[in-house]
């Protein structure tokens, strides 16, 4: 069965730069979740997209943003990259009348 | 806000053996679905199990069960015949239903690492 997608599945970055992530959901999923997961941590929900439109934001930074494409895939695009961002990034797709989240296999992110 | 709380931090047993993961969560909705992901060394969040509130039996796939105390706010994870892949972390999970279309996101533990022992 077809998987979420995230494209680079690691990047390095200076400080100071951009990144954009990327994430095409499970085909007929409508609803994407962008989670972040620091070192020893759990995952901290970020933003979510239903039907190309935001539907929840958590604890995401002002230097970051994302949409959902018509296509249903996602980027989340982070700037002014800071030392802190250095994480594992996840985007989880599901069916909006299916409660169940299926996770991609994350974009490690490392800022130096 | 809702919570979930993990007490164990890491957990472990002989292969072979039973297990069991502890999870309470605080919440005032009636509605809602509780999760249990399993993230092993490569980093993938895999679901392992999942239960409805409104359903009074506990879920079960095949080796995992789960013991679901509604009026308790517990959720613990059975984990039966113990194998060495078993070997992750392991997160309890919360989503409140969603209303309206849109959706809900997930409320993690702090996890539990989990051993197993040949």
């Known amino acids: 069965a077809a998987g979420v997608i995230q494209s680079p599945r690691h990047l390095i970055k200076e400080k100071r730069e951009t990144a954009t992530l990327k994430c095409y959901p499970i085909?007929?999923?409508?609803?994407v979740y962008w989670y972040q997961q620091g070192p020893g941590q759990d995952p901290q929900f970020l933003i979510s997209?239903?039907?190309?439109?935001?539907?929840d934001k958590g604890s995401i930074p002002d230097r970051f943003s994302a949409q959902q494409f018509s296509d249903y895939h996602s980027e989340l695009n982070m700037s002014s990259l800071e030392l802190g961002d250095s994480a594992l990034y996840f985007c989880?797709?599901?069916?909006?009348?299916?409660?169940?989240?299926?996770f991609g296999p994350g974009t490690r992110l490392l800022v130096l | 806000a809702q919570t979930v709380t993990q007490s164990q931090p890491e957990m472990s047993v002989q292969e072979a053996e039973t297990v069991t993961l502890s999870c309470t969560y605080d919440?005032?909705?009636?509605?809602?679905?509780l999760f249990w992901y399993k993230q092993p060394p490569s980093r993938q969040m895999i679901l392992v199990i999942r239960?409805?509130?409104?359903?009074?039996q506990n879920a079960t796939e095949n080796r995992f069960s789960v013991n679901f105390q509604k009026a308790a706010k517990s959720f613990s994870l059975k984990i039966s015949d113990s194998q060495l892949g078993d070997a992750a972390m392991y997160f309890c999970?919360?989503?409140?239903?969603?209303?309206?279309?849109?959706?809900?996101?997930?409320?993690f533990g702090k996890g539990t690492k989990l051993t197993v022992n040949p």
């Open positions: 989880a797709s599901s069916l909006a009348t299916v409660e169940t989240q299926y």
């Open positions: 919440t005032s909705e009636s509605d809602y679905y």
């Open positions: 085909p007929r999923h409508d609803t």
């Open positions: 999970a919360y989503r409140r239903e969603a209303h309206q279309g849109g959706s809900e996101k997930l409320v």
């Open positions: 239960q409805e509130a409104y359903k009074q």
């Open positions: 997209f239903y039907e190309k439109m935001q539907s």
